[in-house]
């Protein structure tokens, strides 16, 4: 009885065996697929440091980082200095003022707490002194002709250069103001130069319109008449150029100045026909 029962079990099981899926023949040529979002990236043998690109360096350096690598190339391989300073685009106006003022807040903020004129306090500050008067001394005959052809360029510069001077300070000890005096002296040289060269050009224009003369004035009052050269040399080139426009306008032509801004300067004169 027990055999025959063991017997029928077995047979069950087998029944059930060759039911499964697995036993199927279709399914035995099949390949099971299984998704997966997993992304294989190859890891890095041997992972070890390397220095940066030096793209990657350049975007790590400030500016003042950036001036201090590239002047010490430039020292040492003059032909790259002499490429950059031809391939460099000029100096503005602006660009030259924003430097000197820099120079000027540095020295500002050298002063100790007080901001006193005492000799105590020039020791203090001379080293920034000299550093903005350098960069002064530097940057001045960039702007000035024949590196400058510009009239108004370098009268504009000037303008705010000669502003910087002013704000210089005044020491008790009168030794300590000789730096100031003496820029107030190469300032005043270079208005003088710039001025005869405007005289030249377009009848002086740049010089009768833009206030010169009045700004050359306040800034030599304010030098204590140390820019008086400056303000002679004006002077004497805007009334070289008036005595020169009221005889012209005495011919019944007119000044120059009027005529240029109207745009009628040689309407009068006469039209030459015919081979020149």
């Known amino acids: 009885m027990n055999n025959r029962k063991r017997k029928a079990d077995d047979d069950e099981n087998d029944d059930r065996m060759s039911a499964s899926p697995s036993a199927s023949p279709s399914m035995s040529s099949r390949t099971l697929v299984i998704p997966s979002n997993r992304t294989n990236k190859r890891s890095r043998p041997n992972i070890s440091g390397r220095p940066l690109a030096l793209s990657r360096l350049l975007?790590?350096?400030?500016?003042?980082?950036?001036r201090t690598v590239l002047q010490s190339i430039c020292e040492r391989h003059p032909e790259i200095g002499t490429e950059v300073v031809s391939t460099a685009p000029r100096p503005s106006v602006s660009a030259a003022l924003d430097v000197l003022h820099n120079y000027e807040a540095n020295l500002q903020?050298?002063?100790p707490v007080g901001g006193t004129t005492s000799d105590?306090?020039?020791?203090?500050?001379?080293?920034?002194l000299v550093e903005l008067l350098k960069a002064l001394d530097d940057f001045t005959p960039h702007f000035l002709p024949p590196n400058e052809t510009q009239a108004s360029t370098s009268l504009a510069f000037l303008d705010g250069a000669t502003e910087v001077i002013h704000r210089l300070p005044n020491w008790d000890n009168?030794?300590?103001n000789h730096h100031k005096h003496l820029a107030y002296e190469e300032i005043s040289k270079a208005w003088s130069l710039v001025v005869r060269e405007a005289a030249k050009k377009g009848g002086g224009i740049q010089l009768q319109y833009g206030s010169w003369d009045e700004k050359v004035a306040k800034h030599n009052l304010q030098a204590g008449g140390r820019m008086q050269g400056a303000a002679d040399e004006l002077r004497t080139q805007l009334g070289w150029m008036n005595s020169h426009a009221g005889d012209e306008g005495s011919g019944g032509f007119g000044s120059i100045r009027e005529q240029l801004l109207s745009g009628t300067y040689g309407s009068?004169?006469?039209?030459?026909?015919?081979?020149w």
Do not use: K
């Not at 975007?59 to 950036?66: I, K, M």
């Not at 105590?120 to 920034?128: E, I, P």
């Not at 009068?268 to 081979?275: A, C, I, R, S, Y």
């Open 59 to 66: 975007e790590t350096l400030d500016a003042r980082s950036l």
């Open 109 to 111: 903020g050298s002063f």
């Open 120 to 128: 105590y306090a020039y020791n203090r500050v001379r080293q920034a």
């Open 174 to 176: 009168p030794a300590n």
């Open 268 to 275: 009068n004169l006469p039209v030459q026909v015919g081979p």
